[in-house]
T-cell receptor
Framework: DGGITQSPKYLFRKEGQNVTLSCEQNLNHDAMYWYRQDPGQGLRLIYYSQIVNDFQKGDIAEGYSVSREKKESFPLTVTSAQKNPTAFYLC???????????????????FGEGSRLTVL | GQNIDQPTEMTATEGAIVQINCTYQTSGFNGLFWYQQHAGEAPTFLSYNVLDGLEEKGRFSSFLSRSKGYSYLLLKELQMKDSASYLCAVLAGGGNKLTFGTGTQLKVEL
């Protein structure tokens, strides 16, 4: 079955360590996104990528890094520079879009199940 | 940048109708989404509006007015399982950046 897979589901990290969260999709989607969610809050965009080998910073990119070497994969590294890394991280993907209006069928964002990172 | 506002919390009665509003300010608007999220889970897609008007899908409907920067999600015949957070998200800009509001926590009571 097609879908989007995040791993690990739960991760514990010591302060000062970098960790990488995996996100893989087999939906043949061009666009991929990383969001962070803190308790009782909405999703905040960290990084997003519309095409292989290209990505853009979102609203809270500081302390994070990404790569998009393959269409299926968009890993997120939480570096030691991220001051408050404990959070729920969500990866998402969607079909590519042309500039301008997009069709209803291509609008949906597919989410992974999330990775919960705790810094000890 | 984008600014998306929605109420923090709402309470409604089982069987009733509730309307959750979302206002936004953005440039290069490419569509508005509504998602439902239960605690500890990933969001699930509810609706997408890119043109003005009402989109109906079962018990859920979503409305968009691009000139007013306004959308609402209408939930009819409320059920207890509808208790969740409802997220409004706007797709905008040449890079198709999707930005979420902080979400509206809906509590359905007997």
């Amino acid at each position: 079955d097609g879908g989007i897979t995040q791993s690990p589901k739960y991760l514990f990290r010591k302060e000062g360590q970098n960790v990488t969260l995996s996100c893989e999709q087999n939906l043949n989607h061009d666009a991929m996104y990383w969001y962070r969610q803190d308790p009782g809050q909405g999703l905040r965009l960290i990084y997003y990528s519309q095409i292989v080998n290209d990505f853009q910073k979102g609203d809270i990119a500081e302390g994070y890094s990404v790569s998009r070497e393959k269409k299926e994969s968009f890993p997120l590294t939480v570096t030691s520079a991220q001051k408050n890394p404990t959070a729920f991280y969500l990866c998402a993907s969607s079909p590519s879009r042309l500039a301008g209006l997009i069709s209803r069928d291509t609008g949906e964002l597919f989410f992974g199940e999330g990775s919960r990172l705790t810094v000890l | 940048g984008q600014n998306i506002d929605q109420p923090t919390e709402m309470t409604a009665t089982e069987g009733a109708i509730v309307q959750i509003n979302c206002t936004y300010q953005t440039s290069g608007f490419n569509g508005l989404f509504w998602y439902q999220q239960h605690a500890g889970e990933a969001p699930t897609f509810l609706s997408y509006n890119v043109l003005d008007g009402l989109e109906e899908k079962g018990r859920f409907s979503s409305f968009l007015s691009r000139s007013k920067g306004y959308s609402y999600l209408l939930l009819k015949e409320l059920q207890m399982k509808d208790s969740a957070s409802y997220l409004c998200a706007v797709l905008a800009g040449g890079g198709n950046k999707l930005t979420f509001g902080t979400g509206t926590q809906l509590k359905v009571e007997l």
